[in-house]
């Protein structure tokens, strides 16, 4: 087994605000039924011959970097992936066009299919002592092959170089074919080859099913789209630990290699930075509420939950940036209606495996409302969550109810507010509690599934397989 170590990804870097996703770029129909590999390129095999020797190389995770980004690809130094080298392209590359928010959706459904592996997928460079593939998305000057979604330089069977640089090109696709063309390459360089059955990552075209994986069951390997029969197929010594020979066990050998998934145990981090801690605000005053999400596996995507005085706000699914969202002073329901005082705002963040990190800033009003001296006296937060009828200028709990029951309907039919991420609305300076039926989503139910795509499912972050690949 190799040696592993903890994923340390550097210090954390601000990702300036992407602008809201929309549906995303998608997948043209077209690709259906297209080769996902480049057929008219034999790769190299590599890696080890026969079963004694395999089983060296295995258990041993490693990272997948999915290169939205290289700009040049380098000659003359293998296929190496920590240069950004490969044997099949060089010069410069038309990276991924999508958004970070789009790019942090590819990441998600990349992370999917790998689940149960040990295999962590990133969007940033590993330290290059890291074992990790590469996949870079992109275009080549003058354009990738025709008709074909990526490729591959190497079968490595064993996966006895995990630093290899493969291709996917469709800059175009949705989230979820992307993520199948990332991972058929990737596998390709982890020795796996094509095999017949259309429900698998290593079926050689695109279509005929809604989502594929590394499944669980031999299949015929192939040689060609036309799946004609492999009677002598490259990896055999990793294929019958689990086959025979000429059939392939996707799932075994993809547990095989990498052994079970490196749990993310690092809590992510959500940091305040305005209001300030102390700040004194001007009743009537706006201010922006600013924090940053971070995580030690990027891109992530986040639940969040802001509280003001305890009560809750909103929530949102957010991706590892600088979020801003705009606080409108003055009364209520179009201002915060804050009284004279001390406030507190909080943030509870969550990330794809479930870690949990909270940050809470005081800050204090001035120039507006006293609290009312037969409302509790400072107990202005529970006040508002009362909502006891006082109603009038009490009312966080109140205005906020009422504010959500009021444009809920428009929050519904609103196309493009995509929760992944939020700018700083725009010209539109509305108060908070206006803004909250646009960011609200689905609160977190008891009993969940644990990862985040059972909870981001339904919404707009994922685009579903099925409308690209069926
Ligand atoms: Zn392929």
């Known amino acids: 087994m190799r040696a592993f170590s903890a994923v340390s990804l550097g210090a954390l870097g601000l990702v300036s605000l992407a602008g809201p996703a929309s549906a995303g ?21 590599i890696g080890v011959g026969h079963e004694p020797d395999a089983i060296a190389a295995l258990d041993s995770p490693t990272l997948l970097f999915v290169n939205f980004d290289v700009g040049q690809v380098n000659a003359g130094c293998g296929n190496d992936a920590r240069n950004d080298c490969s044997q099949l392209f060089s010069g410069p590359f038309t990276g991924y066009q999508g958004n970070a928010s789009e790019r942090a959706a590819v990441i998600q459904a990349s992370r999917e299919d790998v689940e149960d592996f040990g295999v962590i997928v990133v969007g940033e460079r590993p330290p290059n002592d890291q074992p990790y593939a590469m996949v870079i998305v992109g275009q080549p000057a003058g354009g990738s092959p025709a008709g074909v979604g990526g490729v591959a330089p190497t079968i490595d069977c064993g996966n006895t170089n995990p630093w290899i640089t493969s291709f996917a090109f469709l800059l175009d696709s949705g989230a979820n074919t992307l993520a199948t063309v990332i991972h058929q390459e990737a596998a390709h360089t982890w020795g796996l080859e094509h095999v017949d059955e259309n429900t698998d990552n290593l079926f050689p075209s695109a279509g005929g099913t809604v989502d594929p994986k590394y499944t669980d069951a031999c299949h015929q390997i192939v040689v060609n789209t036309d799946l004609t029969p492999d009677g002598n197929a490259r990896c055999n010594s990793i294929h019958t630990l689990f086959c025979s020979a000429n059939q392939q066990n996707s799932y075994q050998e993809m547990l095989a290699l990498f052994g079970p998934p490196v749990p993310d145990l690092v809590p992510p981090t959500v940091a305040i930075s305005s209001p300030a801690e102390g700040e004194e605000l001007d009743y009537d005053a706006d201010f922006e509420l600013t924090f940053v999400l971070d995580d030690d596996r990027r891109p992530q995507i986040f639940d969040i939950v802001v509280y003001f005085d305890d009560v809750e706000a909103t929530d949102a ?60 006296s400072g107990d202005d937060g529970s006040g508002g969550e009362a909502g006891d009828g006082t109603g009038a200028d009490g009312g966080d709990g109140t205005g906020a109810g009422d504010a959500t029951a009021g444009l809920d309907g ?31 989503r689905r609160r977190r139910q008891p009993g969940a599934e644990r990862r985040i795509r059972g909870r981001v499912g339904g919404g707009r972050m994922r685009a579903r397989r099925s409308r690209h690949l069926s």
């Open 317 to 376: 699914v957010l991706i590892d940036q600088e979020h801003s969202f705009p606080v409108a002073g003055g009364d209520a329901p179009t201002g915060h209606g804050f009284f004279n005082g001390p406030h507190t705002v909080r943030i509870e963040a969550v990330d794809e495996a479930g870690n949990v990190a909270s940050d809470e800033v005081t800050f204090t009003i001035v120039g507006g409302n006293e609290v009312p001296s037969g409302d509790g």
């Open 25 to 45: 770029p998608t997948t043209p129909d077209t690709y259906a039924g297209a080769p996902i590999t480049d057929p008219s390129v034999t790769p190299e095999i």
């Open 410 to 440: 428009g929050g519904g039919s609103d196309d493009g507010g995509c929760a992944c991420t939020t700018t700083t609305g725009g010209g539109t300076r509305a108060s908070w509690w206006l803004l909250v039926p646009l960011l609200l």
